[in-house]
């Protein structure tokens, strides 16, 4: 196994810089964990729990979305760029700036849009958990931008594309 360079090495999860993964983790957690709760207290209360299905989409909306931030972060998204590859260097540079500026407009429009419904559906409540959709709708925000820092940040089209280890999967 080859030694990684000191900047390749991870930052333990509870950092500013893996704050994406944590969430994700804590959403993961209250997903099995409502989802478990619920199928105990449906087979051994008279009283099913009505909050857990609440919570465990909640909480797949934030596993979604702060997933994707890590996922443009360590660059882990899907890409089939076969048919760029064909194309001349002129081509492929112009793709690849045209792609960088229409993912930037992405993530900041779902940044606006989610922060436009969190400010609209603030006085709407959820019906177990009383809950202000904006509570909901905002970290759905906070995730758009973060994807956009993320994508800023990471896809550089301006740089030379880095060479990937041999022994990584991504």
């Not at 409502?34 to 199928?39: A, E, Y």
């Not at 970290?139 to 301006?158: D, F, I, K, Y």
């Amino acid at each position: 196994m080859a030694l990684q360079p000191e900047s390749r090495k991870e930052k333990p999860l509870l950092s500013l810089a893996r704050a994406d993964e944590a969430v994700g983790v804590v959403a993961l957690l209250a997903i099995v964990g409502s989802i478990l709760w619920g199928v105990v207290s449906r087979y051994v209360f008279p009283q099913p729990a009505a909050w857990t299905y609440e919570i465990a989409v909640i909480a797949f909306a934030y596993l979604v979305f702060f997933g994707a931030v890590a996922g443009v972060r360590l660059g882990t998204h899907a890409a089939i760029d076969g048919l760029v590859a064909a194309l001349p260097d002129g081509w492929q540079k112009a793709i690849v700036w045209f792609n960088y500026l229409l993912l930037a407009a992405f993530f900041l429009a779902m940044a606006l849009l989610f922060a436009w419904q969190a400010w609209t559906a603030r006085n709407v409540h959820t019906i177990a958990l009383d809950l202000s959709r904006g509570l909901i709708y905002a970290p759905l925000a906070v995730a758009s931008l973060g994807m956009l820092a993320q994508h800023l940040a990471v896809m550089r089209p301006w740089a030379p594309k880095p060479l990937q280890h041999a022994d990584s999967l991504i």
